[in-house]
């Protein structure tokens, strides 16, 4: 599987971006994708997932009513709108991919948000 992330970039606090990820070399549908985040001297962390049919979406405590994960099975893409975006969001932040039940062993290369206060 190849991820292919993309939509980062500067933004003010109080801003928005839409990150997306592009997958390919395995049947889009068959996985469950996740964004995850990682901040200068921070573990990496799970901010979102989506099920292989987009129901029950679940967010880490710190993104919950400001983000939200999507797909679209069609275009073999996963979303993530963020909204309402804080300086702590500053992170570089990788899709992920797992087969049901699995361990997310497909990532993307990453992209840069930068929110300023």
């Known amino acids: 599987v190849q991820l292919q992330a993309s939509g980062g970039g500067l933004v003010q606090a109080g801003g928005s971006l839409r990150l997306s990820c592009v997958a390919s070399?395995?049947?889009?549908?068959?996985?469950?994708m996740g964004w995850f985040r990682q901040a200068p001297g921070k573990e990496r962390e799970l901010v979102a997932a989506?099920?292989?049919?987009?129901?029950?979406?679940g967010y880490a405590d710190s993104v919950k009513g400001r983000f939200t994960i999507s797909r679209d099975n069609a275009k073999n893409t996963v979303y993530l709108q963020m909204n309402s975006l804080k300086p702590e969001d500053t992170a570089v932040y990788y899709c992920?991919?797992?087969?049901?039940?699995?361990?997310?062993?497909?990532w993307g290369q990453g992209t840069q948000v930068t929110v300023s206060s």
């Open positions: 070399g395995l049947t889009f549908s068959s996985l469950e």
């Open positions: 992920a991919a797992r087969m049901v039940r699995g361990s997310y062993n497909y």
């Open positions: 989506i099920s292989r049919s987009g129901d029950n979406p």
